[in-house]
Every structure is written in structure tokens, then in C-alpha cells.
């Protein structure tokens, strides 16, 4: 049982969109981010997630409407619900997702993290 520092475990992601696994509670993972720009719609079908933003501003995109999630604040997306993360600037994310949710939900391309690392 230690404590994880938040600034620390930010220092070892260097790549945007590019999950790591910082913890698990029960069989949720804990995965901290870091995003800037347009990620893809996705949906994913089994489970929902929730993001919560560390430090900068997330605006979650649905196809008819929008939500923008200040430093402090958490969205949770449920499950079905085709969504689109977005970030003017760079933005420090914490999620909360199923241990077998994929990043890209159910499509494939290159944004797809599979096998995510453990920092």
C-alpha cells in the first residue's frame, strides 16, 4: 500500500493519447493521459468510463452535442454512447475504465493502444 504521486508518474508519459495503467481497484484500471487535439468517435458497447481532468480542459464531443470538463470536474460516458475527447492544449486525464476496455472502443486504427503499460 503506497501512495502514487500524481507529477510523478506524468513525468514518465511522453506521448499524447498514449494511456498507462497507474493502478487497478478491483477490476477497474486506474490510467492516467495526456491529450491535445481530436482523438476519434468510438463507442464502447460493455462498459462505461470516466474521465476525470487533472489539470487543463476536456471537451467531450457526441455527435449532437458537446460537454466541456474543467480541471477538477469528471465526466462518466456511459456505455453505448459514441463520444469523441477533445483538448485545445495539452490536457492531463485520469480514467477509470473496465481492465479490458480498449482505448478506441470499437474500431481499430492507429490511436489503438493494446497491452497498455504499467508506470
Known sequence: MNKISLKEKYV???NQW???IIG???DMDVKLA???GNF???THQENDELFYVVEGELIMK???SQETVQEGEMIIVPKGVEHKPYAEKETK???FEAK???NTGDKRSELTKENLERV
Open 34 to 36: 495526456k491529450i491535445q
Open 93 to 95: 486525464i485520469m480514467l
Open 18 to 20: 498514449d494511456p498507462k
Open 40 to 42: 476519434e468517435y468510438h
Open 62 to 64: 457526441y455527435r449532437n
Open 12 to 14: 514518465l508519459i511522453d
Open 24 to 26: 487497478s481497484v478491483n
Open 100 to 102: 479490458d476496455t480498449l
